[in-house]
């Protein structure tokens, strides 16, 4: 039987279409949030993202007519944009090496197997491939993003539907190595949102989960 905690927080979250702009997550709910993000694993434990915390309502402002005019952006009490790194290269593996080693307080050279795999498979690889992966490394901690925030009763609303290009300029990330890929508001549904009382659709389980005995 499935946590009761984790499943009525399941049960109650839904993609939020209209946000109470009058209401504010709490500095130490936000940090618990942006704790997930940092916490969510990533292949090699490597981290090939970055997470925008969009503050200034000017850019909130901005980034709305390339999202489709969604209200969620400049509506919720927050949002985030979640970049993936666009190329990976050695100078950026040697940088997670070296991080390795100032946490678990081990010398360089006993990472060097690890470092030499990590540039066989991803700095080797080809660019478009080494691309998709660290996108879907991104949707990982999404994932991660979107289960604490029900677990803490903060409505969040998962975005693909803006122009990454736009966000990139908007945002400056010309020429820095990171892209954007998702957005993800946050805040609290508004009362006027009929969203939230409709029920949940998924096929039932049998047509979803499969056991392999």
Same mark, same amino acid.
């Given at each position: 039987?499935?946590?009761?905690?984790?499943?009525?927080?399941?049960?109650? +979250?839904?993609?939020?279409?209209?946000?109470?702009?009058? #209401?504010?997550?709490?500095? $130490?709910?936000?940090?618990?949030?942006?704790?997930? /993000?940092?916490?969510?694993?990533?292949?090699?434990?490597?981290?090939?993202? &970055?997470?925008? =915390? %969009?503050?200034?309502?000017?850019?909130?402002?901005?980034?709305?007519? %390339?999202?489709?005019?969604?209200?969620?952006?400049?509506?919720?009490?927050? !949002?985030?944009?979640?970049?993936?790194?666009?190329?990976?290269?050695?100078?950026? =593996? !040697?940088?997670?090496?070296?991080?390795? *080693?100032?946490?678990?307080?081990?010398? /360089?050279?006993?990472?060097?197997?690890?470092?030499?795999?990590?540039?066989?498979?991803? %700095? &080797?690889?080809?660019?478009?491939?080494? +691309? =998709?992966?660290?996108?879907? !490394?991104?949707?990982?901690?999404?994932?991660?993003? /979107?289960?604490? *925030? *029900?677990?803490?009763?903060?409505?969040?609303?998962?975005?693909?539907?803006?122009?990454?290009?736009?966000?990139?300029?908007?945002? #400056?990330?010309?020429?820095?190595?990171? $892209?954007?890929? *998702?957005?993800?508001?946050?805040?609290?549904?508004?009362?006027?949102?009929?969203? !939230?009382? /409709?029920?949940? %659709?998924?096929?039932?389980?049998?047509?979803?989960?499969?056991?392999?005995?």
């Amino acid at each position: 039987m499935a946590n009761k905690q984790i499943q009525e927080a399941l049960e109650w +979250r839904y993609a939020v279409k209209k946000f109470d702009p009058t #209401k504010k997550i709490s500095e $130490k709910d936000l940090n618990t949030l942006l704790e997930s /993000l940092k916490l969510a694993p990533s292949s090699y434990g490597i981290q090939p993202w &970055k997470f925008l =915390v %969009v503050e200034n309502p000017a850019v909130r402002d901005e980034l709305k007519p %390339v999202s489709w005019n969604q209200s969620q952006v400049t509506d919720a009490s927050h !949002q985030i944009v979640l970049l993936y790194r666009d190329t990976i290269d050695e100078a950026f =593996v !040697q940088k997670y090496i070296e991080r390795i *080693a100032e946490v678990r307080g081990v010398d /360089l050279p006993s990472l060097q197997g690890f470092k030499d795999m990590m540039i066989n498979n991803i %700095v &080797k690889a080809p660019e478009e491939k080494i +691309r =998709v992966w660290s996108q879907r !490394q991104a949707y990982i901690a999404m994932g991660f993003l /979107l289960e604490t *925030a *029900a677990l803490l009763k903060i409505d969040a609303t998962p975005m693909e539907g803006f122009s990454a290009s736009d966000y990139d300029r908007i945002l #400056k990330l010309d020429g820095t190595g990171w $892209k954007s890929i *998702a957005t993800v508001t946050l805040g609290y549904r508004h009362t006027e949102d009929s969203f !939230q009382n /409709l029920k949940k %659709v998924r096929f039932a389980d049998d047509a979803l989960i499969e056991y392999v005995k």
